[in-house]
């Protein structure tokens, strides 16, 4: 029981951690929504929005497509990097044992983005970016940033780091093909980003760069929030903050759906 | 027409899910098994994870063995002193299972001993009952001779110490028989998500010599309150219970129960078991395959913790 104890306090504090850094990320977006006071020239050079900063993930929800434009002043290229929310994540290679596959070595990443998404305006080899650009601002799913959990062995890292990759494309939150940023009359500039529906949730980042000349000469950050909302969202809720409360519930739920199905078929 | 589960984190159709819980309630009534061997398997094809599964169809069990448990009780077929000894072993098993449940979660090998498992029991008690039926076809053939035999033979089993006497079964046997049973059918409600009937039941018959009348509505007693326990535990240790999923399934099945219910008495008693065992085999079957076949990545991702 002492151990049930200890997780629940566990639990807890991760949930006040949270709720910190949920209004940390809230009063962070407020910031760059406040209208501030900026350097003319910069302002100008790039704009940059999303025609919605919300995703609500109801019960219905079966995946939705936003749209991110903006304008240049000037010429150049622009590109569009979608962040998720970051996310410690355990890889796992299965061995066969007895002829049974079973999980056996694994290595532990931190602050692996939950959801990724490039678009250019031009192929990537077009824009001229010296491999350190790219790599700063993670241009491309090679370039994403997957960080060793301390005690990892490095030497073992690539096989392990190429497996996030490829089950993240395989279940739709990474994209490797980068999308298309499209032109309207030179200046103004719309992409699509597709939101699939098993999103994970949380605070989003769309990082919008200007290239001129193999360099990035501006960017802009836009937040985005993605949220399980409605009953769904409740129930979720209910299960992670009163698990107590919650399992009594589904017993008695349970419960009662068993006695009225059996009143209603003897009534019939 | 979609819905969202909101702990298995996944979108899926609301009639499919409907439709295997009416199919589970249809095979369950014919058969009078609980279904929860065979629902737990086909959530985890149809990609719900294990762990989410499996506590579900705990909950959705405590949901099917209520109707049933009550209509015994009137009829006053539970022994409640042997269930209440059952209920000890039960609530042992179930909590030490959920427990066991959660570490395997951590280690990352929770996936595997859920399927081991069900392939090891879906494996014997199918072929135990696909051989069973197998000789009642031969000897339907063939005339009958001899009469019954002895109900239950005495062994060491009655050296134990502790001894109760149960009136109801008619029985004064030690204490920590029922006690045991239950406790390796609370293990197995717990890391399997059934009520375990299908091992109880057996038990009981062959283990504790019962008389089969007081046995389905005792094991359904012990059942309720087993699965019961099951539920609560996964939901507060490791948030895997589904409602919105569970709800889905017993209305499901609670109505595929009553027309399955008749069909059953309309067809052979043989032949029932026969198809039975043949359905459990291929279930089986399937998960034994996709255990032993390389898989597609050898590599998976978790969240640090298991869930």
Known sequence: MARARTLFTRRRLGALLLLALTTLGLSAAALHLAPTPRPAQAAEQLVADLDDHLVAITAGFTGTELLLFGSIEGTGEVVVVVHGPKEDVVVR???????????????????????????????????????????????????????????????????????????????????????????????????????????????????????????????????????????????????????????????????????????????? | MHIYLPIA?????????????????????????????????????????????????????????????????????????????????????????????????????????????????????????????????????????????KLHEHNWLHGLPFKMRFRKSKLYISALLPIGVGAFVGVLSAIMGVGGGFVMVPAMIYLLGMPTTVVIGTSLFQILFVTGNATFLQATLNQTVDVVLALLLLIGGVIGAQFGTKLGAKMKGEQLRGLLAAMVLIVCGKLLFDLVLEPADLYSLTAPGGE
Request: net charge positive; glycine share 14%.
């Open chain 1, 93 to 268: 290679r299965k061995d066969r044992i007895a002829g049974v596959w079973v999980n056996r070595a694994e290595m532990t990443f931190k602050g692996v983005p939950a959801f990724y998404h490039v678009a250019t305006s031009a192929p990537r080899e077009a824009l001229n970016l010296p491999d350190t650009a790219l790599r700063r601002h993670q241009i491309g799913v090679e370039n994403i940033r997957l960080r060793l959990a301390e005690g990892e062995n490095p030497d073992m890292r690539q096989p392990f780091a190429e497996a996030i990759v490829r089950n993240k494309i395989r279940v739709g939150h990474y994209s490797e093909e980068a999308g298309r940023v499209e032109w309207r009359g030179g200046r103004l500039f719309r992409t699509t980003v597709l939101i699939p529906a098993n999103v994970p949730v949380g605070t989003y980042t769309v990082e919008t760069l200007l290239v001129q000349g193999g360099e990035v000469v501006s960017a802009q950050t836009t937040p985005l929030f993605v949220n399980k909302e409605g009953f769904g969202a409740q129930v979720f809720r209910a299960a992670n903050m009163f698990p107590a409360y919650y399992g009594l519930a589904a017993i008695l739920i349970a419960g009662f759906a068993g006695f009225a199905a059996n009143w209603i078929f003897r009534k019939l």
């Open chain 2, 9 to 149: 984190e996944m979108s899926v159709n609301i009639f499919a899910i409907l439709g295997i819980g009416a199919g589970i309630g249809v095979l369950s009534g014919i058969f009078g098994v609980g279904g929860g061997f065979l629902m737990t398997p086909v959530l985890i094809f149809i990609g719900v994870p294990s762990p989410v599964a499996v506590a579900t169809g705990a909950n959705q069990i405590v949901a099917s063995s209520v109707s049933g448990a009550m209509a015994h009780w009137r009829r006053g077929n539970v022994d409640v002193k042997m269930g209440l000894m059952l209920l000890v072993g039960g609530f042992i098993g179930s909590t030490g299972g959920v427990f066991v449940f959660r570490w395997l979660q951590t280690l990352g090998q929770i996936d595997l001993v859920i399927k081991l498992s069900y392939v090891i029991f879906l494996g014997i008690i199918g072929g135990l009952m696909a051989a069973e039926s197998l000789r009642a076809v031969l000897r339907a053939r063939r005339p009958v001779k001899g009469g019954r035999g």
